[in-house]
């Protein structure tokens, strides 16, 4: 506090503790209009410019959402002190108000007043809040200046900016520089790395933090939870369940809604099931969650049966509920109840489609054959230019349904709107090969060879003992491969036998020379499943794999044959949805 401010009080920080006009602002609390009365009380009693005073009705002016006049109040007294603006600054973060958190962090900048870790800190998450990277890298720069840059917390606030925008190696970098590393900063690398699309990465870091003995809090599970979801990182989710459950953790809303979602993305539907009838509390991700879990798993009308009840007792639905209801009744077949959702969206509750509901239908039309009303779905609803994601949708179901004069203008038209996408291409190819121009097969590979454009190379993933093994199509680097190959011919034998023969049209449609037939055999999925067989043989429990791309057709058909003589369950997680192969069948019902 300034001396300044010092002499406008009428005797000590006590006796203005308990003077009538520090009680009016107490009692005013977080409110607007009362605590402009007890501002216009101070400037009446004489405590006008009390620098005490004027913080503390400003920072309650933040916490009512009035930072306008906070921000007002402020300005205009004659010799603010740095408290004052560092603890506005760090008032409108706390209250999710980061626009006003950075007016007031360049109040102190062009007052030019001191500053202090704090206020690195409180700007630095603003910053974050907003995914304001370039502001951030001002910030960060002017705390170096200061001699701020290596403080412990702002340090933590810079890790959990830089990941929020994207910049992981630079997070990283401000991560592995604090040595005294708080909770918060494993948590904000844990979720950095999940939210941008690099679980293991995530996963390893909580590894890490268990190496260096740091404890974990409810944030940190759910942020490993959802990296165990995205990754299919079973055996990792469940031992933090075990954790969760052993150390008897509240668990809040977040905690549960995290649980209920590994347990669905990692193939485990009814285990999310238990977890979601167990939570006292549930919010609209929680609901959400559970129902793309149905629809993810082809459970389309118990999927329908939960927004029902959703909407009779649980949360208003979101526009991301919707998004997991039609995709649900997409992967089902349930075309009737897509049109009821999509009506009840606009109608009920008013919300405007967004392109992904469109997509969505339009995917429900083209997965049923209904191409035609797929197409009058586009032209009479869809407001502007349909997208790539919509064309995309519409593009997978000719090749499906085999309408291949509609495919091949549909691939034009992605083909035109991003001539350097491969995928496009690859989807062409696919629609000429199987409608036998094979001359047009060449002329899409050569345009591919010349652009250097490279389709997206399959993988397949399968976990094991808490281990993720990884195979490609062909794979040998893996130090079993003798073994596993040899095991893999021995199924295909056994299957063979049983009444398995090739789809060869997995194969005629494929770009590079070497996924021919005689490759079929070797594709990423089958590898992953006779290793996990061959690792765990006389288990009961089944083969889970995840797939980065759609499973291909021969795939499809194959895995069904070797769940029926190796009477083994295999689950395979492909780009779209889950396939639960058992006794020689699948959960899709061909419905993919």
């Not at 118990?302 to 509920?321: D, S, Y």
């Not at 056994?494 to 020379?513: C, D, K, N, Q």
Request: aromatic share 8%; with cysteine; proline share 4%.
């Amino acid at each position: 506090m300034s001396n300044s401010s010092i002499k406008f009080l009428p005797s000590g920080m006590d006796s203005q503790h308990r003077s009538p006009e520090y009680s009016s602002l107490l009692l005013a609390g977080p409110r607007a209009g009362p605590l402009k009365q007890a501002h216009a009380r101070l400037v009446v009693a004489g405590y006008g410019h009390s620098l005490p005073l004027i913080t503390k009705l400003a920072t309650l002016a933040v916490a009512a959402g009035a930072a306008p006049y906070a921000h007002l109040v402020a300005t205009s007294h004659p010799a603010p002190d740095p408290f004052l603006f560092s603890s506005l600054t760090r008032a409108a973060v706390h209250h999710s108000r980061p626009v006003a958190a950075l007016a007031f962090y360049r109040c102190l900048l062009s007052a030019a007043l001191p500053f202090s870790s704090f206020t690195f800190t409180a700007v630095a998450k603003a910053c974050a809040d907003l995914s304001a990277l370039r502001t951030g890298k001002a910030i960060h720069a002017h705390s170096i200046l200061l001699g701020f840059g290596s403080e412990r917390f702002v340090l933590t606030a810079l890790v959990v900016l830089y990941s929020k925008c994207g910049q992981l190696p630079v997070a990283r970098k401000l991560f592995d520089a604090i040595r005294d590393r708080s909770v918060v900063a494993w948590n904000a690398m844990i979720s950095g790395y999940e939210q941008n699309g690099l679980a293991e990465r995530g996963i390893e870091v909580y590894k890490e933090m268990q190496v260096a003995e740091a404890v974990p809090d409810s944030m940190t599970f759910v942020a490993t939870l959802s990296a165990c979801a995205q990754a299919g990182a079973l055996d990792l989710g469940r031992e933090v369940e075990r954790r969760i459950v052993s150390e008897r953790m509240d668990m809040s809303v977040f905690l549960g809604s995290a649980l209920v979602n590994m347990y669905a993305r990692c193939g485990v539907v009814d285990k999310a099931r238990k977890w979601f009838d167990m939570l006292q509390e549930r919010n609209v991700v929680t609901w959400t969650s559970m129902i793309a879990g149905y629809g993810m798993h082809g459970h389309g009308h118990e999927a329908i049966k939960l927004f029902h009840l959703m909407r009779r007792e649980g949360p208003r639905p979101n526009h991301v509920t919707f998004i997991a209801v039609l995709t649900a009744c997409a992967h089902a077949g349930l075309v009737m109840e897509g049109r009821d959702a999509f009506a009840c969206m606009k109608r009920v509750y008013g919300l405007v489609p967004r392109v992904e509901h469109y997509c969505s239908m339009v995917d429900m039309f083209g997965r049923a054959g209904l191409l035609d009303e797929a197409m009058q779905f586009i032209h009479d609803y869809m407001p502007g230019e349909p997208g790539p994601e919509v064309w995309t949708a519409i593009l997978g179901a000719c090749k499906m349904h085999k309408n291949f004069n509609l495919g091949v203008e549909v691939a034009e038209r992605l083909i035109a709107l991003e001539p350097d996408n491969p995928s496009y291409h690859v989807l062409l190819s696919n629609i000429y090969a199987l409608s036998g121009k094979m001359n047009h097969v060449e002329k899409v590979r050569n345009t591919m060879i010349n652009r250097r454009l490279k389709k997206q190379i399959g993988f397949s993933l399968i976990e094991l003992g808490g281990t993720s093994h990884l195979f490609r199509m062909g794979e040998k680097s893996h130090r079993q491969t003798r073994e596993i190959y040899q095991y893999l011919e021995e199924l295909i034998h056994r299957i063979t036998a049983a009444g398995y023969m090739p789809e060869t049209e997995s194969v005629l449609h494929e770009l590079e020379e070497e996924e021919r037939e005689g490759a079929l055999r070797y594709h990423s999925e089958k590898l992953a499943v006779a290793y996990g067989l061959m690792m765990s043989a006389g288990s009961p429990s089944p083969i889970r794999v995840i797939k980065n791309l759609r499973i291909c057709e021969d795939c499809h058909l194959a895995i069904k044959f070797i769940s029926a003589v190796e009477k083994r369950e295999i689950v395979v997680r492909d780009k779209h949805r889950f396939h639960h192969f058992k006794d020689g069948k699948c959960s899709c019902l061909e419905y993919w």
